[in-house]
C-alpha cells in the first residue's frame, strides 16, 4: 500500500518536528513543502530530504502528487490557506487555532464539506493514546462524578515585540497559542464526564493582562459546563507555569503530569490515579515511543482520510468548532480583539479572494416588478444579536450566502447597527449592482409620511447607496389615509431613492386599498409584501403590530393576485429546529409558537423530512418556497451549517397535496 503523499506549507520550527513525525509514521512520507522564498524551502527541503520545494504555497498546492498538507503559517494565515487547500482538492491537517477565531472556523469547515476532503485541527495529543486512555478513565467512573478540571499551558517566552506570540497582527497571545489546548482538554473531558465525546460550556469568565502589543500575555478562565462541571484554565507566553492538567472527582482525583506532550518531557506518558479510598495512588504508565507523539497525528489522518474526520479525541468539525467559539469569548472576557476583527475594520473574505457565485450553487430566483434583477428565494436577514465578533462574523456569513447565489439582504432602519454593517460589506465587496437590498421603515410610532422619509434618508447614507431595491414600509398606521403614504413612496421612486415599495404587517385589505388609489391616480403600486408566513400558526404576534398571512383565506388572496409575499419568520423562528413541548427555555418561542396544532405540523415535517432525507426546518422551509405564488422566504441564519440547511429547501419540491397534509388540511 503506498504512503500518504504530504506536503507542508509554511517553514516554522513546528513544520519541522511535523516533517520528523511524518518521517516516523507508519503512513506517510513528506513529498513537498512550500515557503513564501525559493530559498527557505530549498533550505527546508535539504534539511529534512524533501525532493519538492516550492516558493509559493499556491505552486505547492497545484502540485497534483499532494495529497495532504499539513498548515502551519501564522494564526491569521489559516484559514486562507486551508479554504485553498480544500478547493485544491488536499486533505488538511491544520495547526492549532484551527482559525483566528469562530467565523473563520465556520468557513473552514464548510470548505471542507464542499470539497469533501478531510479536515481535522492539529491538536497533537488528542491523538495520543494517553489521552485515549484519560478518556476512558473518565468514562469508566475512575473518580466517580467530574467535578473540577484544572488545566494549564504556559511559558515565558521573553517578550520581543515582533514576534508572532506577542505580535497582535500575527494573532499573538497565551489564549490563542496554547490555551487552545487547555480549553480543548476541559471541553473533551466534560464532554466524556456527561456521556459525548466533548461539551460546550454555558457560561465563560475570565481575566488577563494585556501587553503594550494588545495580546493577552497571561490568562484565566472559569467555564462552567452542564452538569456543575467547572474548569479553571490558565495559560501565558508571559509567565512560566506548570503545565498539567488535575481532575477532581466525587471519588477520587486525576493527575497528568504531561498532558500536552504526552511524556516526551517527563520521560514517557503516564497518567496518576488517586482513589480516595486507596491510600497509595496508581500510576498508569503506557508503552509508547517518546518521540512519536506526531507520528501518531500523521498515521491517524491517514487512517481516518476516508470518513473526512478523526473518530474523537481527536479533534472533529463541531469540536473544533466549538472550541474556537470558547477561544472567543475567554478573549472577549479578558478584552482582547484583534486589528482585523475590529467593528470599523472591513473584514477580508476568509481566502483573500474577490467574492463570487461558486459554479455548483442551487439558488433559485424570482422576479418583482420595477425591480430590474432576479431576487434570490431565500433573503438573508442583518440582524446581529448574539454575535461575538460581528464584523468578521456577519462579512464572512455575507460572502458566504453571495457565494450560494444569494443577493437578497434584508435590513431596516430600526435595525441600526445593521444598515451600516451591510452598507460597509456591499461597497468592500464591490458588489452593489449585484445584490438587492431590501429595505424597511417607518416603524411604530414613527410610522407616518414625514418619518418615512427620515427613515429612508438615513438608511441610504448608513448603507452608502443612492437607492434601495425593495423599499417597505415597516408598519401601518391607520390614522394617515392610505394615498398620503403612496403619495411620499411614489415621490421617492420618482427621486430614484427607491426602486419598488410595498409593507410589511399590512393588512391585505389596507394593500388593496393603497393599489386601487394607485390605480386611481396613475402611480406607482405596492409590488411586494412582507407579513409572517409559515408552516407554523403564530400563536401571538411575536412583536406588537406585527401580522401573519399563514391562514387560509390570506394564501387564497395571494395565489388570485400572485403578490410576492416576503415571508419573515419563514421557519417559525427555529420552532423546526428546537420544537419541544416540554422545553420551556425560551419563552418567546413558547409564547408564539407552542400549541398543540404546531406539534402535530413538527411531527409531520420531521416524518416527512425523514423519508427525504433532510431536517425538519428544511421541509417547513420548503414550504414556504412551494405556494401557488410568488414567495421568498426570510431567514438568519448565525452559522453557516444552518444557512447550507435551509438551503437544501432549494431543491425540496413538495406537492399540492403533501403541503395540505403538513398544514393539517387533509
Excluded at 478531510?118 to 497533537?124: I, P, R, T
Excluded at 472577549?332 to 470599523?344: L, N, Q
Excluded at 389596507?510 to 394607485?518: D, K, L
Excluded at 420551556?584 to 398543540?596: A, F, T, Y
Aim: contains cysteine.
Amino acid at each position: 500500500m503506498s504512503k500518504l503523499s504530504w506536503g507542508i506549507i509554511s517553514t516554522g520550527r513546528i513544520s519541522g518536528v511535523f516533517a520528523k513525525g511524518v518521517a516516523a509514521s507508519k503512513t506517510g512520507q513528506v513529498t513537498a513543502v512550500a515557503s513564501r522564498t525559493q530559498d527557505k524551502a530549498d533550505k527546508f527541503g535539504e534539511e529534512h530530504g524533501i525532493p519538492r520545494r516550492y516558493g509559493s504555497y499556491e505552486a505547492l498546492l497545484a502540485d497534483p502528487d499532494v495529497e495532504a498538507v499539513y498548515i502551519s503559517t501564522p494564526h491569521p494565515m489559516h484559514a486562507e490557506w486551508a479554504v485553498k487547500a480544500a478547493d485544491a482538492g488536499k486533505h488538511i491537517l491544520c495547526e492549532k487555532p484551527l482559525t483566528l477565531n469562530y467565523p473563520e472556523a465556520m468557513a473552514v469547515v464548510e470548505a471542507a464539506r464542499r470539497n469533501d476532503v478531510f479536515l481535522m485541527e492539529a491538536f497533537m495529543y488528542r491523538c495520543h493514546p494517553q489521552t485515549e486512555k484519560l478518556v476512558e478513565l473518565i468514562r469508566g467512573g475512575a473518580i466517580g462524578e467530574v467535578r473540577m478540571i484544572h488545566a494549564t499551558f504556559s511559558f515565558d517566552a521573553g517578550f520581543t515585540p515582533e514576534s508572532r506570540l506577542f505580535k497582535n497582527a500575527l494573532g499573538g497571545g497565551g489564549i490563542l497559542d496554547v490555551g487552545c489546548y487547555t480549553a480543548s482538554m476541559a471541553r473533551l473531558i466534560a464532554g466524556v464526564a456527561i456521556g459525548h465525546d466533548f461539551a460546550d460550556p454555558i457560561e465563560v469568565k475570565g481575566a488577563g493582562h494585556i501587553g503594550v502589543t494588545g495580546v493577552d500575555e497571561y490568562a484565566a478562565a472559569t467555564l462552567k459546563f452542564p452538569g456543575d462541571i467547572i474548569a479553571q484554565l490558565a495559560t501565558g507566553v508571559g509567565v512560566r507555569q506548570e503545565s498539567v492538567v488535575r481532575i477532581d472527582g466525587s471519588e477520587g482525583s486525576i493527575f497528568v503530569p504531561s498532558p500536552w506532550f504526552c511524556g516526551r518531557d517527563t520521560g514517557g506518558p503516564k497518567i496518576i490515579v488517586h482513589r480516595y479510598k486507596e491510600k497509595q495512588p496508581e500510576e498508569i504508565g503506557l508503552d509508547v515511543g517518546t518521540d512519536l507523539l506526531y507520528a501518531i497525528e500523521a498515521d491517524t489522518v491517514a487512517a481516518s482520510l476516508d470518513k473526512r474526520q478523526a473518530p474523537s479525541p481527536a479533534m472533529t468539525w463541531d469540536d473544533s468548532l466549538g472550541n474556537m467559539r470558547t477561544l472567543d469569548l475567554w478573549r472577549m472576557a479578558v478584552g482582547v480583539t484583534y486589528d482585523t476583527e475590529k467593528a470599523d475594520v472591513d473584514y477580508p473574505t476568509v481566502d483573500a479572494r474577490p467574492v463570487e457565485i461558486r459554479p455548483e450553487c442551487n439558488m433559485r430566483y424570482g422576479e418583482v416588478k420595477d425591480i430590474g434583477k432576479p431576487v434570490s428565494r431565500l433573503v438573508m436577514g442583518t440582524v446581529v444579536d448574539r454575535i461575538q465578533f460581528v464584523t468578521s462574523h456577519m462579512f464572512l456569513m455575507f460572502d458566504e450566502f453571495f457565494a450560494r447565489g444569494g443577493n437578497c439582504f434584508d435590513t431596516a432602519h430600526i435595525y441600526g447597527p445593521a444598515d451600516s454593517l451591510l452598507g460597509r460589506w456591499v461597497k468592500s465587496r464591490g458588489v452593489r449592482e449585484q445584490v438587492v437590498i431590501l429595505g424597511k421603515g417607518a416603524h411604530t410610532p414613527h410610522c407616518n409620511p414625514d418619518d418615512l422619509t427620515r427613515h429612508l434618508q438615513e438608511s441610504l447614507e448608513r448603507l452608502q447607496t443612492d437607492y434601495i431595491d425593495l423599499y417597505l414600509m415597516h408598519r401601518d398606521n391607520l390614522e394617515v389615509p392610505v394615498g398620503e403614504f403612496v403619495d411620499v413612496l411614489n415621490e421617492h421612486h420618482k427621486a430614484g431613492r427607491i426602486r419598488a415599495f410595498g409593507g410589511s404587517n399590512w393588512t391585505l385589505d389596507r394593500v388593496e386599498a393603497a393599489n386601487a388609489y394607485a390605480r386611481e391616480h396613475g402611480l406607482m403600486e405596492f409590488a411586494a409584501v412582507s407579513n409572517n408566513f409559515s408552516l407554523a400558526r403564530c400563536m401571538e404576534p411575536v412583536w406588537t403590530g406585527c401580522l401573519s398571512s399563514s391562514d387560509c383565506d390570506s394564501r387564497e388572496w395571494f395565489a388570485k393576485n400572485q403578490m410576492p409575499l416576503f415571508a419573515w419568520s419563514s421557519a417559525a423562528r427555529g420552532f423546526f429546529a428546537w420544537g419541544n413541548p416540554d422545553d420551556q427555555s425560551d419563552p418567546e418561542l413558547v409564547r408564539c409558537w407552542h400549541s398543540d396544532d404546531n406539534f402535530q405540523r413538527l411531527s409531520r415535517a420531521r416524518e416527512l423530512a425523514a423519508r427525504r432525507g433532510v431536517p425538519a426546518v428544511t421541509i417547513a422551509m420548503a414550504y414556504v418556497l412551494c405556494q401557488p405564488f410568488p414567495t421568498f422566504a426570510l431567514f438568519g441564519p448565525r452559522t453557516m451549517e444552518e444557512m447550507r440547511i435551509s438551503m437544501l429547501a432549494l431543491d425540496v419540491g413538495l406537492t399540492p397535496e403533501e403541503l395540505r397534509w403538513l398544514n393539517l388540511e387533509s
